[in-house]
């Protein structure tokens, strides 16, 4: 069995334990549109090269209000509160845990009354699914930077506090990643959509990452419960009469035989919040988050030649949107 047929398989830990120059990451994320709100929560282990072994814990709140709310806690704590269990997906930090069916923790800020705690519950919809379209960019060295899916769509349910504000879920959709290697891309773009009006128990997962040399390496996932699974081999950022990449926006298409999915992922930079991240070298990395994105997508179908559109799918309010880069935003606000 393989990690595409196996949760706990595409979760295991890569890190041996001691070898420096590796991080390691596990992320939910969580939509929930009837109460306007995301969250995005982020286990963590760091070997730097240069430093000794840490762990970290960062949760992120968004609220679609107007003005926008939205808030980023992070706590790093000494190694040994990392840990994992060997019969089955379980990841702890601290007192805070992520396994295949549950997540829980909390933060709290030391300087004002912020905070987060969540204790969530989740069934799996979809087996795990590659963000890359060739197996081989798994296996080889390259890239440094491994990124997949192995709970790409979940219901969730449970509670979320933020600050004194208490949701109550009952039928939010949830993504699990894991992510792991020796260096970050240097530009990364992730776009994830459910709730589309179209087909409101679709999704759509898209990646790109890319480096200064120009070297690109992404992929992207379609999945519909009336049973059509796509896997694209190819993404790329398009910029006829459009944006392409900028901040707060991605224009893109994926490709795979016989299908392209073409569209665009936005978020408001106001609804976006920052977060720095230090890469195993030392050098800096900002992540620009968005919990609760738009997007507006095609599904097009090729035969003989011919294109078809085959679904539109629109998704409002109800998108999980990051873009990755060496230099932060202007209009972002970091809070980590």
């Known amino acids: 069995m393989s990690w595409t047929e196996d949760r706990v398989l595409a979760n295991a830990l890569q890190w041996d334990g001691r070898q420096a120059g590796r991080f390691e990451v596990y992320t939910l994320n969580i939509v929930d549109p009837s109460n306007r709100a995301g969250w995005w929560l982020r286990y963590g282990i760091d070997a730097p090269l240069e430093e000794d072994e840490h762990a970290s814990l960062l949760g992120a709140h968004f609220r679609e209000d107007q003005p926008p709310d939205r808030f980023a806690l992070k706590t790093e704590f000494p190694a040994r509160a990392f840990g994992t269990q060997s019969d089955g997906f379980h990841i702890r930090v601290s007192e805070a845990e992520l396994g295949s069916r549950a997540a829980k923790g909390g933060l709290r800020s030391p300087d004002d009354d912020r905070s987060l705690r969540w204790n969530l519950q989740s069934v799996h919809h979809a087996d795990p699914a590659p963000l890359y379209g060739k197996r081989k960019h798994y296996e ?3 890239p440094e930077h491994k990124v997949l899916m192995p709970g790409p769509m979940a219901t969730a349910g449970g509670v979320v506090e933020a600050g004194d504000e208490r949701f109550s879920l009952e039928n939010a959709r949830s993504h699990q990643l894991h992510s792991w290697g020796a260096s970050r891309f240097d530009r990364w773009t992730f776009g994830h959509a459910t709730f589309f009006r179209e ?3 679709a999704f759509v997962a898209v990646f790109l990452g890319e ?3 120009g070297g690109q390496v992404g992929g992207g ?4 419960t009336d049973g059509l699974t796509l896997s694209f ?3 790329e950022t398009v910029t006829e009469d459009g944006p392409g990449r900028e901040p707060g926006v991605w224009t893109f ?9 073409s569209g665009r992922f936005s978020a408001s930079l106001q609804r976006m919040l920052g977060a720095r991240h230090r890469d195993p070298d030392g050098s800096q990395r900002y992540c620009h988050h968005a919990g609760v994105a738009d997007a507006t997508l095609e599904l097009w179908k090729s035969s003989w030649g011919r294109r078809k559109l085959h679904q539109t799918l629109t998704s409002r309010g109800a998108c999980h949107f990051q873009q990755g880069d060496r230099r932060p935003y202007n209009d972002v606000e970091f809070f980590v």
Do not use: F, I, N, S
């Not at 996932?221 to 519909?224: L, N, P, V, W």
């Open 233 to 235: 081999d190819e993404v």
């Open 199 to 201: 087909r409101p128990e």
């Open 253 to 261: 298409e994926a490709k795979t035989r016989g299908w392209r999915l």
């Open 140 to 142: 080889d060295r390259h």
């Open 221 to 224: 996932y379609y999945h519909d």
């Open 211 to 213: 480096d200064e040399d």
